[in-house]
């Protein structure tokens, strides 16, 4: 039997994870679950990416060693992780004795082999601070567009990349100090000495989409750089061999962490050689990589060629994906649709996430959009009208009227069930192909199929004349149900574990998705998922709007992006009023959130205001604000908001209420 290894990108160790990240994580652990079931031998991995600048800087910010701040952010990783039932085999770190060694292995033998150069560079160096500055040390403004206060390698406004040299008015993240050039040694890894191995390795059928494969040769074609991996100390990360102050690039060790993952794993069990995988060029086993467009180019192009240089075994194939929209827009954190994972599953079942995803995921790289209503639309359509309702009608009836126990299947089923069976084969075929949104739909055929034929067969009838009849019509779709729950288990493994015991039947496996249940007994029927609320995800990009992120892989906040532009009318629809604040108290399980009853003079309204960590309760208590008071109320996790408090936002975590004179009464407009 083939084994097959499979990892996701590794997620940074500075930051949440938000559900941009989770499209990956939750489309790879379906793609796991499946190829279990159908037997096979799987080992899922991923690990936390543990060095660079980011984590350094972070760290130094909070007055804590990187280590503590990596291990911050693993430990709550993990707990993400788990809410959205992604279940790893082994969930590492990069900062590793074995992530350690392979990478000494793997530069020594490229640089044995010729691959490695040193080449003398230009880079800032701070002299207040005694270090070279790397581009995530630099500040300054946007050499393209003009954006004040950027990083030294890439514009959040602009999205633009460049040299740290080619910034304007570059100075010191950590100080402020204007930095200076110096030269100092770098080493090169020489990509273009693997041209024709990467050429021959992604036309191999399979490797890669054709779309991707497109791309990947176009930069092949526009011609391979020598790739700086080397970084200046000090530097959070793995020193390079006879070096006394050089330290591997952090995209250097990070993709070698599934070769240090594999191998932790691998020791606790006897059964399981880690070179089988990378190092053995005789055994039979696949590796498969997961990851987003935006790090392909180092998935296909230098992580293929440095195990090439070091002889290791090469990925049979790169799975890469689109990123996530909202509402037909990018994440975004001042538009509230920068959603963590820890966010979401506080406030929606991480059951519907997951699902919601799989109806949307293909074998492409287009981008995948959560729609608010059509997150409701389908939910409620789809998991509960069409899948819960068929299991709550059949099994609900069957405990009810017919002693909770299975007849035989009926004759005049057989051609039904040779269409059931045609479409577990093709479901079959769309997981393995990565369908997984045409899988959703044949599965959702076969609820359709089963609730049509209880509605046609109408056993709540038949019973009072012929139950036997009655019974046999129940088994056929209960029989449905077992089959749907099988498909399904992939995507909604909780759910279905569930469903699982309301049938009476345990660990279901894709061999299992056959008619074979009759006379026999049932559980009962539990609940299994509520309808959704119109409004519930808008309610909650409302309230993350309010409330905010709670921690975010950038140190410091992005330029907020203009809104559409509107028209001196739109604005003056806002009925803006003095509104005496009245009290004040903080809201249980909001970070950053505040209650506040206030005096529009006409009426006493509740307002719910993100202001909890610039202002105190008692800051608040008798001052005159601004409120939006024409504002649609809007329910939310809390309570209902019945306006929006009139705030500035210094873009460092600071609210500042925008307060009237004393002498304004409540009530008074604002023109």
């Given amino acids: 039997m083939t084994k097959i290894l499979v990892t996701s990108a590794l997620p940074y160790a500075n930051g949440d994870i938000h559900i941009g990240h989770l499209v990956e994580y939750i489309q790879t652990d379906i793609y796991v679950r499946f190829r279990r079931m159908l037997g096979e031998d799987v080992i899922y991995v991923c690990a936390s990416d543990a060095h660079g600048t980011p984590i350094e800087i972070n760290a130094s910010k909070k007055g804590i060693t990187p280590q503590e701040l990596v291990a911050e952010y693993h430990s709550r990783h993990k707990e ?10 082994e969930f590492y770190t990069t900062d590793s004795p074995e992530n350690q060694r392979h990478s000494e292995r793997i530069y020594l033998k490229a640089k044995e082999k010729g691959h ?25 403004t946007c050499p393209k567009c003009g954006a ?6 890439v514009c959040e406004v602009c999205g633009a990349t460049y040299r740290p040299t080619e910034v304007v008015e570059a100075h010191c993240a950590i100080c402020g100090a204007v930095p200076t050039l110096r030269t100092s040694k770098h080493f090169f890894f020489r990509l273009v000495d693997f041209r024709d191995f990467l050429i021959e390795w992604t036309s191999e059928p399979g490797r890669l989409q054709e779309e991707v494969r497109t791309f990947v040769r176009g930069w092949i074609d526009h011609g391979l750089q020598d790739w700086d991996i080397s970084r200046d100390g000090p ?79 090469k990925p049979t194939a790169v799975h890469v994906h689109g990123f996530l929209t909202v509402d037909g827009r990018k994440m975004s954190k001042s538009r509230g649709t920068f959603i963590t994972a820890r966010h979401f599953a506080a406030a929606v079942s991480p059951w519907q996430l997951r ?21 409701v639309h389908r939910i409620n359509a789809e998991l509960v009208n069409n899948i819960t309702n068929l299991i709550s009608r059949t099994v609900g009836f069957l405990n009810k009227r017919l002693d909770s126990r299975l007849g035989t299947l009926p004759q005049e089923t057989r051609n039904l069930q040779g269409g059931v069976i045609a479409s577990v084969r093709k479901t079959q075929e769309l997981y393995a192909k990565l369908q997984f949104g045409a899988a959703m739909r044949e599965i959702l055929a076969i609820a359709d199929l089963a609730n049509g034929y209880v509605q046609e067969r109408a056993p709540w009838a038949t019973i009072k004349t012929d139950p036997e009849t009655a019974r046999n019509d129940l088994t056929f779709a209960a029989n449905c149900i077992k089959i749907v729950t099988v498909l399904l288990k992939p995507v909604l493994p909780a759910y279905c574990r569930l469903v699982q015991d309301i049938l009476g039947v345990n660990d279901l496996k894709w061999a299992d998705a056959a008619f074979d249940m009759e006379n026999r007994s049932i559980g009962t029927f539990e609940k299994l998922m509520d309808r959704l609320e119109a409004g519930t995800l808008e309610s909650l990009i409302e309230a993350t709007r309010l409330v905010g992120p709670a921690a975010q892989a950038v140190p410091t906040p992005e330029v907020p992006e203009f809104k559409e532009e509107i028209i001196v009318d739109d604005f003056a629809r806002m009925d803006l009023r ?22 529009l003079g006409r009426e006493k309204r509740t307002v719910f205001a993100g202001i909890k960590g610039s202002y105190a309760p008692a800051d608040l208590v008798g001052l005159t604000v601004v409120v939006i008071a024409n504002l649609k109320p809007r329910k939310m996790r809390f309570g209902v908001s019945q306006g929006m408090i009139l705030a500035a936002h210094d873009g460092q975590g600071t609210v500042k209420v925008c307060v009237l004179d004393d002498a304004v009464p409540a009530g008074t407009p604002i023109k």
């Avoid at 004040?584 to 959130?593: C, F, M, P, Q, Y």
């Fill in 235 to 313: 530097y959070f990360g793995f020193k390079i061999p006879g070096e006394e102050d050089k330290f591997f690039y952090v995209w250097l060790d990070a993709p070698i962490g599934y070769i240090a993952a594999t191998e932790h794993h691998c020791s606790s069990r006897p059964d399981c050689d880690a070179d089988d995988y990378w190092l053995n060029p005789a055994s039979d086993t696949e590796v498969h990589h997961f990851i987003g467009k935006d790090i392909a180019y180092f998935h296909t192009l230098f992580w293929p060629a440095m195990l090439e240089a070091a002889d290791y075994r």
């Fill in 355 to 375: 699902y919601y995803y799989a109806t949307k995921l293909n074998n492409s790289i287009d981008d995948l959009d959560l729609n608010s209503e059509e997150f």
């Fill in 148 to 153: 004040l206060d950027q990083y030294g390698d």
């Fill in 116 to 140: 490695v150069l040193t080449r003398d560079i230009e880079q800032f160096y701070c002299e207040s601070c005694g270090r070279f500055l790397p581009d995530r040390y630099i500040r300054g």
């Fill in 578 to 599: 003095a509104a005496k604040v009245l009290t004040v108290e903080s809201v249980e399980g909001a970070e950053k959130l505040l209650k506040l009853e206030v005096d």
């Fill in 80 to 89: 993400d992780f788990a809410r959205f039932e992604v279940e790893f085999d």
